[in-house]
């Protein structure tokens, strides 16, 4: 037999060097075995092509022979299999996938040529075709645990898409949905959070839409679309606050209304709206921080100079600041003092000039 030939008479480690020798072979040249064993040779060495060629030669003289027509299909879908490798190597993912398909079709019990299909389909977006093939290949090698991590991505990526689908028709509810799905599948694409923050601001979670956006941003600290989001996302929150914190003064919870300023300012320190310092004056004036009160006052009174309110708060803060000195302490156990609920509306200028002259009795 031809085949006992190449095998005695050639090394298995060089089967290159068999089939050149066989090619020149004249005892052989005339037998019809000759082309399938030089098909067997060059599928060997990967000339799938000639492999397909010298087959098709043999299988013509002898039709019958149905071991020969597998081998020969065979062969074909290992020259689609490399085909679409070369394919997919030069970044060609549709047509690997075409040449994958015909693979595929002639050697379906090779479940290495789904997971070559799977990751073409995820190259060009359709992460749903590349879920199926690569269950079928996981459910081929159950033990392929990088199989099952690239399968997992592939669910991610669905669910991004699906999401980025249902946020162009103006679907959040169901994009926040996908999104979630997607978190929960590649938490380490950071790129979901940025798109989840788009939805909750859109939807006015600006809680959440924060969280979101921060978690990007420490990854992407210097994408400036990210930056402008936060400080819109912030911007939205800070006024949120100031709004709880005006409530707060209005129900004479001072302490509670300076917190909500102060997360208002933290959010935003240098955009923040300046009427902010206005009212945490006011509750720090409510609860005796008269230095405190004057610093937001002062701060506020620079931008906006000739603000009467401002002003005139910051006049009373200046008396309150002035009772604290000896004289005035002497002045109010004396009872003379104007009752506070008279200081609406006073000559500030004539009672400093009569605190001042007690001062100086003092001295």
Not at 128 to 148: G, H, R
Not at 282 to 305: E, F, G, M, V
Not at 320 to 340: A, D, G, H, Q, Y
Request: hydrophobic share 35%.
């Amino acid at each position: 037999m031809a085949n006992e030939y190449i095998q005695n008479t050639y090394s298995n480690q060089d089967e290159m060097l068999g089939l050149v020798h066989l090619q020149r072979d004249d005892q052989l040249r005339e037998a019809k075995n000759y082309y399938y064993y030089r098909a067997v040779a060059h599928r060997e060495v990967g000339n799938y092509e000639q492999a397909v060629l010298d087959m098709s030669v043999y299988i013509q003289a002898t039709p019958t022979d149905q071991s020969a027509i597998l081998v020969q299909q065979e062969m074909k879908g290992l020259m689609h299999l490399r085909r679409g490798d070369i394919y997919y190597s030069k970044k060609a993912f549709a047509a690997a996938i075409i040449e994958y398909n015909k693979a595929i079709l002639l050697m379906p019990y090779c479940k290495s040529m789904y997971y070559c299909r799977a990751v073409s389909h995820r190259e060009t977006g359709d992460y749903e075709k590349a879920i199926l093939d690569m269950s079928v290949y996981v459910q081929a090698t159950p033990t392929d645990q990088s199989a099952i991590l690239v399968q997992q991505e592939m669910k991610g990526l669905m669910h991004i898409k699906r999401g980025d689908t249902y946020h162009s028709v103006k679907d959040f509810a169901a994009a926040i949905i996908e999104y979630n799905q997607a978190i929960l599948l590649v938490p380490y694409c950071k790129s979901v959070y940025y798109y989840r923050a788009i939805i909750h601001y859109e939807l006015g979670n600006y809680q959440q839409a924060s969280s979101d956006i921060q978690i990007y941003i420490k990854e992407i600290p210097t994408e400036k679309s990210a930056i402008y989001l936060r400080n819109k996302i912030h911007k939205k929150l800070s006024e949120g606050y100031v709004n709880h914190g005006n409530a707060l003064l209005n129900e004479k919870n001072f302490q509670g209304a300076i917190d909500a300023y102060n997360t208002a300012i933290s959010l935003l320190p240098t955009v923040i709206t300046l009427d902010i310092y206005y009212y945490r004056a006011k509750a720090h004036l409510a609860l005796c921080d008269y230095k405190l009160a004057l610093n937001d006052i002062k701060l506020y009174r620079q931008i906006i100079p000739k603000d009467k309110k401002a002003k005139q708060l910051q006049e009373i803060i200046e008396w309150k600041i002035s009772l604290s000195t000896p004289s005035c302490r002497f002045f109010r156990t004396l009872n003379r003092t104007m009752p506070e609920n008279e200081i609406k509306g006073i000559d500030i200028n004539k009672r400093n000039m009569y605190i001042e002259n007690i001062n100086r009795s003092f001295m």
